[in-house]
Nanobody, 121 residues
Framework: QVQLKESGGGLVQDGGSLRLSCLASGRGFSSYAMAWFRQAPGKEREFVATISANGGTIFYLDDVKGRFTISRDNAKNTVYLQMNSPKPSDSATYYC??????????????WGQGTQVTVSL
């Protein structure tokens, strides 16, 4: 069992930067693939990025490539999402999730409660 807690959300200006963190508690963090999803009001939840257990495999949503970076520190049980040059369209609640396979359409076993990101012009 893994519990996930996101932090770092808030208000950021268009073109600024923000770093989201997701702290995992429980056993086996270093064996899980991790991912970030987001959901804006009235829209479906959307994959953003994923990273394998050892950090060697990473995939991104095309729209965030070159702007967002996912990383993890297994010694700290934490996964990060560095958001550079965010756009208003990136505004959403961001969720951290853990699973077995680092893929957009994989089954994700555990979810955090989310952190809100709002990007202003």
């Amino acid at each position: 069992q893994v519990q996930l807690k996101e932090s770092g959300g808030g208000l950021v200006q268009d073109g600024g930067s923000l770093r989201l963190s997701c702290l995992a508690s429980g056993r086996g963090f270093s064996s899980y693939a991790m991912a970030w999803f987001r959901q804006a009001p009235g829209k479906e939840r959307e994959f953003v990025a994923t990273i394998s257990a050892n950090g060697g495999t990473i995939f991104y949503l095309d729209d965030v490539k070159g702007r967002f970076t996912i990383s993890r520190d297994n010694a700290k049980n934490t996964v990060y999402l560095q958001m550079n040059s965010p756009k208003p369209s990136d505004s959403a609640t961001y969720y951290c999730t853990a699973g077995q396979v680092p893929a957009q359409f994989a089954n994700w076993d555990y979810w955090g409660q989310g952190t809100q990101v709002t990007v202003s012009l």
